[in-house]
């Protein structure tokens, strides 16, 4: 009878444990308070950059930002925007409906971009709405095998990225249909519905380049017009330029484009209060990075920026840009910009140990292969970052999988150990990370 009892309690506690296996949390999620303010040890209203290296910055985040309307041919060749044509045609791709997608697509997508005919067009745009930059002039999304850990939903190899409202656009080429336009932004390139930009004048462009900005320090903003109409929402990373005077009781008073008809852009007056922006840039206090960071935790993780989310290079990017500081759209590109340390090499306690010793809260990137996180502190020890992620890698037997996160988060460099299929060693963030770099280091290699 004592042995049946006994067999009774390993057997109930097996099965709490097979039940609880798949939801087990991650335990920096549990322990850590997702606070970004919480680890920097640093005076909280004490700017990290000195003032003449933020204006610095800041003068190049706005040579950056408005370069496209400068240009009168584009900066880009065939081979590098039509990319996606080479990359994608030779592949297995997956649509919607998770079934494989007839070659015929791609021959399509080819005919649309009218390959011979780049560059068709010459002008100047801005984006009138928050768009969907792809890689080919289509709305419909390209899978890789959705029984691949890693793969098929939300990794949309056609979305390249968000491109927030208000944003100057420089305008190479349309598409077949002539729905599509192919841009240059400050950070990125691809194509637009024709819908979403409008075209500017000198005139509008003498209107809208006041010189002084304001930088929206929350997400799901909505902005209306004068009339309270509804334009668009703002998000973290939105930039838009502050009417001369324009600060009274009822908020900032800023410049949106609309999009008449004709498809040319029309300055417009819209105000928002003054709790969810901050006049340009931003003063690099921790206090001032923890109150915009937070407002981001929690976000649904975005690859490429769908549905108006972030991945982790988006999350860096658009931070950074409330602050003036410019940062490209790829990880791989961001890692550049600042003053690098490579750490390729050493055990885990020593890049721990390097990194809390060099680097800076806010201001340094940490970088491995596919990834990238803003390192924001550190508790007993442990580096602590900021970053959007989709999940850890998993492995049963011989099978890959993902513990998903799926969200904007602060972790150390090592979530999930405790995880009994966390893929080791290579599911450890920290394994291959393989540099830290701190900014704003302008023209860094």
């Not at 055990?347 to 803003?374: D, N, Y």
Request: glycine fraction near 8%; charged fraction near 20%; include cysteine.
């Amino acid at each position: 009878m004592k042995r049946l009892a006994i067999l009774v309690t390993v057997l109930v506690t097996l099965a709490a444990c097979s039940t609880k296996s798949p939801n087990q949390p991650i335990l920096d999620l549990v322990n850590l308070p997702q606070d970004t303010g919480a680890y920097h040890g640093l005076a909280p209203d004490t700017p990290l950059l000195s003032q003449q290296a933020q204006q610095k910055a800041y003068a190049n985040f706005l040579k950056e930002h408005f370069a496209p309307w400068d240009r009168t041919t584009p900066k880009h060749t065939s081979k590098e925007v039509f990319w996606g044509l080479e990359v994608y045609t030779p592949k297995k791709i997956y649509g919607e409906n998770t079934l494989l997608r007839d070659p015929a697509w791609m021959e399509h997508m080819r005919e649309y971009s009218r390959v011979k005919q780049y560059p068709s067009m010459n002008r100047r745009a801005i984006s009138v709405n928050n768009t969907s930059m792809r890689a080919l002039p289509t709305q419909q999304p390209a899978f890789f095998d959705f029984a691949k850990a890693g793969e098929g939903f939300p990794f949309d190899y056609m979305q390249n990225s968000l491109v927030l409202a208000g944003t100057p656009l420089y305008a190479s080429h349309v598409s077949a249909d002539r729905a599509w336009i192919l841009v240059e932004s400050r950070f990125a390139y691809g194509w637009v519905p024709v819908k979403d930009i409008a075209w500017v004048d000198d005139g509008f462009i003498s209107i809208f380049k006041t010189g002084a900005y304001g930088a929206i320090t929350r997400d799901d903003v909505p902005v209306t017009d004068a009339n309270g109409s509804y334009q668009f929402t703002g998000h973290v990373g939105t930039i838009l330029p502050i009417l001369e005077n324009g600060f009274g009781g009822n908020g900032y008073a800023l410049i949106i484009p609309t999009r008449t008809q004709r498809g040319d852009a029309v300055p417009q007056l819209a105000f928002v209060p003054t709790p969810f922006v901050t006049q340009a840039p931003i003063s690099t206090t921790p206090a001032n990075f923890a109150r915009v960071a937070n407002s981001m935790l929690g976000r649904q993780y975005g690859w490429g920026g769908l549905y108006e989310d972030r991945d982790c290079s988006a999350a860096t990017m658009d931070l950074m840009a409330a602050f003036g500081i410019y940062l490209p759209r790829n990880s791989s590109q961001q890692i550049k910009v600042g003053r690098l340390i490579s750490v390729e090499g050493l055990s885990r306690l020593e890049k721990k140990q390097l990194i809390t010793k060099s680097a800076t809260p806010f201001l340094t990137l940490v970088r491995k292969s596919g990834h990238i996180m803003l390192y924001i502190g550190q508790k007993d020890g442990q580096p602590i970052v900021f970053h959007s992620t989709w999940g850890l890698k998993t492995k049963k037997g011989d099978t890959y999988g993902r513990k998903i996160i799926g969200s904007t988060v602060v972790t150390t460099l090592e979530p999930g150990l405790e995880l009994p299929d966390l893929a080791r060693p290579e599911g450890i963030l920290l394994e291959t990370v393989y540099a830290i770099s701190t900014l704003p280091e302008i023209g860094g290699k």
